[in-house]
C-alpha cells in the first residue's frame, strides 16, 4: 500500500486510553522499516535495527517501565489473494 507518509502519530486525548497498570498512553504511532534502518520510539529508549522490512503500529504509555506496546507485520506475513479454486 502507498502511504502518504512513512511514519505518523496519532495525538490521543488525555485519559482516552490506558495501559493494563493504569498509564494513560498519551499517542498511536506507524512507520514502514527499510531492511537495514535503525529507528526509536523514544528519546530514551534503544535504537533497534530492523533485519526485513515491516510495518508496525505502536503506542507509549506514560508510565516509568519505558513500555513499548508494538505489533509488527513483515514481508514474509503478509496475506495475498490466491484465485486458484
Known sequence: MKLPFESGVFVLPRGSL???DGSEVNHLGWLRAREGDGFCFSAGAPIV???????????LPLNEDGTILYSTLDAKQRPYIDDSW
Open 18 to 20: 490506558r495501559y493494563i
Open 49 to 59: 535495527n530492523v533485519p526485513y522490512e515491516a510495518f508496525t503500529i505502536y503506542a
